[in-house]
């Protein structure tokens, strides 16, 4: 399965909306789908798990939602902090682990 | 509080061999699967290898195989990654992650990351 996530580059402003797309190749199972953070040498902090679950201390401006093909992250109100990279992964096949190539969210 | 510590990084040759080596704890390391995820730099994120806490049952991404073996010492609470006939294109930091839950499979906790090069 090949994950797709668009678009590239995300600029928006603080206290603005994200959203960030991951298509998947072949349908996913929601359990498998998960997203991540990644800032500027740092390692990467798992968000979303199961598409739609926070993982802890996720803070709830950050939700999931998706099925089948095509799953989203979404950022209601961008803080400073936000500001980073974000993966999304799934599980099964060839790859076991297959991770999006990545969204940069940038300030405008 | 879960640790994962990471060593055995470094410069390699191509054609050489390393062996990473993640120490864990914190957490029951025996019951949780384990990965290797690399990081080329400036690139994303490709998981390499993972192995079972329960069977030991390993598995690779298809450019490593037959070159990379994952393994696991579960009384030292350590996993490893042995890389031999290494190329160029592993150059990148390598992290060790733990599986979060097998009812929703990811990873909850990350390593610092080890860098490995492979140059002449």
């Known amino acids: 399965i090949v994950l797709t996530q668009s678009p590239g580059t995300l600029s928006l402003s603080p206290g603005e909306r994200a959203t960030l797309s991951c298509r998947a190749s072949?349908?996913?199972?929601?359990?498998?789908l998960a997203w991540y953070q990644q800032k500027p040498g740092q390692t990467p902090r798992l968000l979303i798990y199961?598409?739609?679950n926070r993982a802890t201390g996720i803070p709830d401006r950050f939700s999931g939602s998706g099925s089948g093909t095509d799953f989203t992250l979404t950022i209601s109100r961008l803080e400073p902090e936000d500001f980073a990279v974000y993966y999304c992964q799934q599980y099964g096949g060839s790859p076991l682990y297959p991770f999006g190539q990545g969204t940069k969210l940038e300030i405008k | 509080e879960v640790q994962l510590l990471e060593s055995g990084g470094g410069l390699a040759q191509p054609g050489g061999s390393l062996r990473l080596s993640c120490a864990a704890s914190g957490f029951t390391f025996s019951s949780n699967d384990m990965s290797w995820v690399r990081q080329a730099p400036g690139k994303g994120l490709e998981w390499v290898s993972g192995i079972s806490g329960t069977d030991g049952s390993t598995s690779y991404v298809d450019s490593v195989k037959g070159r990379f073996t994952i393994s696991r010492d579960n009384s030292k609470n350590t996993l490893y990654l042995q890389m031999s006939n290494l190329r160029t294109e592993d150059t990148a930091i390598y992290y060790c992650?733990?599986?979060?839950?097998?009812?929703?499979?990811?990873?909850?906790?990350w390593g610092q990351g080890a860098l490995v090069t492979v140059s002449s």
């Open positions: 992650a733990k599986k979060f839950d097998n009812r929703w499979p990811s990873f909850d906790y």
């Open positions: 199961g598409t739609s």
């Open positions: 072949q349908s996913v199972r929601s359990n498998n």
